[in-house]
């Protein structure tokens, strides 16, 4: 507990989880007002933006100091410190995602779920509420493979599960590792930057040529704006072309269970140019290959 001596004499102790409660002679407890939640925080470092309605409420602020904004309660915001100037569990990159989805002129929050029974609520870090989409970061190090079976089922049931309970709620959830947000930055931006609807270039598939290409030029295409890649295996490659440049690619090949067969058998890469949207592209794509 902190002792606590006010402007004017009067001395009581209270735990630091109490603090935002204010002067027990209040018989209220808290602070009330907007004008006054805007006051100690600008006294704590930050700026007031939005969101007041009662104590507990979920308000909106910037620190002052690195312009980091965030949504929570008063409270937290009072006893926990900024999350990109101090270690409160939120990484580096997780900041950097949200950040940059901001950019594109998005709101970014946090998820919780509904508490079912004793534990800690599940929750999505990074959450565009106006697109009900969801982005889990997972580091290698705390989501590798556990030393037994059964954890690893276990392990596997947690994300699955999660999954399930965002699909049941409406919301899209999308999981991205370490390894794909730092090796592959702009081809993981190419992605999600066609997920949250912000490209700048739309084109109408009827617009478009689709005709075989060679392996290479698959190949360097995929390298460049696909998350995995090329797919060395493929057996067919068709291109989208709009006014002769290539602004989409379709690979097909053997199932990756029948490495022995070369056979046409499984669609196994599907892309298009970054920053753009070809309305139509991915159905012209496949009714072109299948007419082949």
């Not at 926990?80 to 100037?85: D, F, I, L, V």
């Not at 797919?231 to 989208?240: E, P, V």
Request: proline share 2%; charged share 30%.
């Amino acid at each position: 507990k902190y002792v606590i001596k006010t402007d004017d004499g009067f001395i009581y102790k209270k735990p630091i989880n109490k603090l935002h409660q204010g002067d027990p002679r209040n018989k209220c407890g808290s602070v009330v007002t907007q004008e006054k939640i805007t006051q100690r925080l600008k006294e704590a470092g930050y700026t007031y933006l939005s969101g007041y309605k009662k104590t507990k409420s979920t308000i909106r602020v910037r620190h002052d100091i690195c312009g980091y904004e965030r949504e929570t309660r008063y409270f937290v915001i009072m006893n926990q410190g900024c999350p990109r100037c101090t270690n409160t569990g939120v990484s580096s990159a997780e900041l950097e995602i949200s950040d940059w989805i901001r950019s594109l002129g998005l709101t970014v929050n946090r998820f919780k779920f509904d508490r079912e029974g004793a534990g800690r609520r599940k929750e999505i870090d990074i959450f565009i509420p106006e697109l009900k989409l969801g982005i889990e970061y997972c580091g290698l190090y705390w989501h590798s493979t556990p030393a037994s079976e059964s954890e690893a089922v276990n392990s596997e049931e947690k994300h699955y599960k999660k999954t399930l309970e965002a699909n049941s709620l409406g919301i899209r959830l999308i999981t991205m590792w370490d390894t794909e947000w730092i090796n592959k930055n702009a081809q993981v931006k190419t992605f999600l930057r066609s997920c949250l609807g912000k490209n700048t270039t739309k084109i109408a598939a009827r617009k478009c040529d689709v005709r075989q290409i060679e392996k290479k030029e698959a190949a360097s295409f995929l390298n460049t704006y696909h998350i995995q890649g090329e797919d060395k295996r493929s057996h067919l490659n068709l291109g989208l072309f709009f006014e002769n440049e290539l602004v989409g690619t379709i690979s097909f090949g053997a199932h990756p269970r029948q490495q022995d067969i070369e056979e046409i058998s499984c669609l196994t890469r599907l892309c298009f140019k970054d920053n753009t949207t070809v309305v139509g592209g991915a159905s012209k794509l496949f009714k072109h290959a299948l007419d082949i």
